[in-house]
Structures are given as structure tokens and as C-alpha cells.
């Protein structure tokens, strides 16, 4: 009897390590990030569209690892007619939006591009509509690393849609 329950103690421990490795593995998968000479980027990913919607914000992670300044100075993608890095801010108490030619990327910094504020990847001109799972390469390139090809996933996140605001131009 106590053999018995030990085995089935033990066949929950591994099944509990099993699956345990199973969502370790789609938290990887989902969270993918790609590497060029120093600098990792993560994650880039954007929001399903809406049916008329031909723009989009794509987000990323940028870490220089290395121990020289870099800076990403273009990005392009196939799927837009135009692809600008933008910045938001709060102007007063309104969120703008502006395009900047470029982010700076200090040898050991580190920033992670989000809705809602900051930096982000404008995407305008969208041929289709994006839908969830979808995917899609970016180009992305830096003035020291060179270019590189990440690929977007496209996520759903029906809870909270952050509605882009009127370009400051
Ligand atoms: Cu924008």
C-alpha cells in the first residue's frame, strides 16, 4: 500500500514537472526574440486590426548588450505602405503621437516598447486586416548592428483596445 502511493506521488511530481515544462515551452515559444551581434530584440508584436483600420502600432523589445552605443534608424515592412518609428507623449493632458528619426541605444540599455505610451513602430497603409496569429517580417535597421528580419506576431487583446490618437503633425 505504501509502495502504491508512493508511485502515484510520484507520477503526480512528474506529471506536475511535465506540464510544468509544457507551459515553460509556450511561454518561450510565444515570447520570441531574435539576436543581431549585440542586440537582442524582443517579442515584436501587434494588435488584430479592426476591418477599416490601415494603420497599426508594433511593439518590441531593444537591449544592447554590447558595450558600444547603437541606434535604430529605419524600419520597413512589406504589409504597409509606410513604416515610421514613432514616439507618444503627453502634450499638456492630450497624447500625441510623433514620428522621430531614430532611437538611441546606449551600450547596456535597455527599453521595451508598449501601448499606451512611448515608442512604438507605426505601421501605415495596411493592405489587409491583421487577425490574431497572424504573422508577419519586419525590417529593422541599426546604424552600427546593420539590418535585421524579425518576425510580428499578430495578438488578439480584446480587453483592452487602446485607440491610437490623431498624429501631431
Ligand atoms: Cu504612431
Redo the contacts with the bound molecule.
Keep these: 500500500m505504501q509502495t502504491f502511493n508512493r508511485t502515484v506521488f510520484m507520477a503526480r511530481q512528474a506529471a506536475a514537472g511535465f506540464l510544468l515544462a509544457l507551459s515553460t515551452l509556450a511561454t518561450l515559444a510565444d515570447a520570441h526574440e531574435f539576436k543581431l551581434g549585440n542586440i537582442v530584440i524582443g517579442h515584436p508584436y501587434t494588435r488584430a486590426t479592426a476591418p477599416q483600420q490601415t494603420?497599426a502600432?508594433a511593439y518590441l523589445g531593444l537591449d544592447n548588450q554590447g558595450k558600444t552605443d547603437d541606434r535604430l534608424v529605419k524600419v520597413e515592412s512589406d504589409i504597409a505602405k509606410t513604416v515610421?518609428i514613432?514616439n507618444?507623449e503627453m502634450v499638456g493632458d492630450i497624447m500625441k503621437?510623433r514620428?522621430v528619426d531614430g532611437i538611441d541605444l546606449k551600450a547596456g540599455s535597455k527599453l521595451s516598447m508598449k501601448p499606451g505610451g512611448g515608442y512604438?513602430i507605426?505601421l501605415n497603409g495596411i493592405g489587409h486586416e491583421l487577425k490574431a496569429g497572424d504573422q508577419f517580417p519586419l525590417t529593422l535597421y541599426f546604424s552600427r548592428a546593420g539590418k535585421i528580419e524579425v518576425i510580428v506576431h499578430v495578438e488578439a487583446d480584446a480587453n483592452s483596445p487602446v485607440p491610437?490618437p490623431e498624429?501631431a503633425r
Excluded: I, L, R, T
Aim: aromatic letters at 0%; proline letters at 0%; charged letters at 20%.
Design positions: 494603420s502600432g515610421e514613432h507618444m503621437m514620428e512604438h507605426m491610437m498624429h
